[in-house]
């Protein structure tokens, strides 16, 4: 059986770490990886995750399996944390999943149970999970353009152009926030532009909203996928509490699905969970639990935020001082599209050649596609890969 087996693909993002821990040289610099890093290069657990543990160490009874859909409290703060009441809580089905991926992968699954001839429409670029989990699951994809690598911004023209192909029934899928991997993200009046042309094919929105409160704060960060929820009749949102709550490898994720109407609500519960089900009967729950206490206790939330509101405001700093020191050594403006960008990440328009010559003679290891991790940046390196960028001739 297993000599049938044939090789996979290499993951590009995990090769690059491989080699970046092979390689010998003392200064070199991680931006590859797509965790939160601080200034140490650590990354850290939230005082307010510590904060929760000790509480939960204290007066938890049982590690007994939560429902097939995870512990409903978790469910409920975290609708609240990401939609805040624009759509009535009856007409949302949810289920806890395994991490933010975990969320995504059901969500597809969901989509291919309902409408097996959907098509879906992915962003150029777009997290390469998306793109691999469609395509294990053989599901039709369709690409719409995103970014220009000219401007550094979102080539909405072209995005929307390439909508035109939308037909009934289709699934568009779209970034929250901090747009992975590029930084670059639609305005508010171009996701409204999306949702009336979704609207007027009878397209269905799905959203992964894997970074809010890492851009510009918790609400502004949501208000994206606010608009589309309360403006669409039914919507797939996959969250994730990977980042904004710094629990990577507890894997804690939900998925959402907003029906038309709160009769549907059952039974689109019912799948959710026979899903579940299906793929690994019950979600985790230890992060899912440190997300609802901290969530609904006014003193761990306020500490929760507090720190969150450092992250975020340090990698804003790190953007603003990376623009500002390419911005000096070019002589131009080129890169300021760099401190416009949101959320970990920022693809630069250097080419493979040149990501290559950046790695070979500076140490410096990004995605082939020039995308970069801002928070694998301290005020120390900023000025060591502006060099390199601008000596490698880009």
Request: hydrophobic share 45%; with cysteine; charged share 25%.
């Amino acid at each position: 059986m297993f000599s049938n087996l044939k090789p996979q693909p290499a993951d590009k993002i995990l090769a690059l770490m491989a080699a970046y821990r092979e390689d010998p040289r003392d200064q070199k610099i991680d931006l590859g990886v797509g965790v939160y890093k601080n200034a140490e290069g650590v990354t850290p657990v939230m005082r307010a995750i510590k904060t929760a543990e000790k509480q939960l160490w204290e007066v938890e009874t049982t590690k007994s399996y939560t429902g097939l859909a995870g512990d409903p409290a978790f469910a409920d703060a975290m609708i609240k944390l990401v939609l805040d009441g624009v759509v009535a809580r009856d007409r949302i089905a949810a289920v806890a999943t395994p991490g933010g991926t975990g969320a995504v992968r059901q969500a597809f699954e969901c989509i291919r149970m309902a409408n097996p001839e959907a098509r879906v429409f992915v962003s150029n670029p777009t997290w390469p999970n998306h793109l691999s989990i469609l395509k294990f699951l053989n599901m039709p994809t369709v690409e719409y353009r995103y970014f220009d690598s000219e401007t550094g911004g979102v080539d909405f023209d072209g995005l929307m152009e390439d909508l035109n192909q939308l037909k009934a029934g289709d699934v568009v899928l779209l970034h929250g926030c901090c747009h992975n991997p590029t930084g670059a993200n639609l305005t508010l009046d171009q996701f409204q532009a999306v949702v009336d042309k979704m609207n007027e094919v009878g397209a269905v929105p799905m959203i992964d909203i894997a970074y809010q409160g890492f851009g510009d704060g918790l609400d502004e960060d949501a208000a994206a996928t606010r608009l589309v929820a309360k403006s669409c009749p039914e919507v797939l949102i996959a969250a994730s509490c990977s980042k904004n709550f710094g629990i990577y490898r507890e894997r804690t994720g939900l998925l959402m699905a907003i029906s038309e109407n709160a009769s549907l609500t059952p039974v689109t519960q019912g799948n959710l969970a026979f899903l579940n089900r299906q793929n690994f009967s019950f979600p985790p729950d230890h992060g899912a639990r440190l997300v609802t206490m901290i969530l609904t206790d006014d003193a761990l939330r306020a500490e929760w935020q507090t720190e969150l509101e450092e992250v975020r405001l340090s990698m804003l700093g790190l953007r603003e001082q990376l623009a500002s020191e390419l911005r000096r050594l070019s002589n131009s403006d080129r890169f300021d599209f760099v401190a416009r960008h949101r959320g970990m990440f920022s693809r630069l328009g250097l080419s493979p050649e040149l990501v290559e010559k950046v790695r070979a003679e500076h140490g410096i290891y990004m995605v082939g596609d020039s995308r970069i991790n801002i928070a694998g940046l301290n005020a120390q390196t900023v000025p060591v890969l502006a060099d390199a960028i601008i000596k490698v001739g880009a």
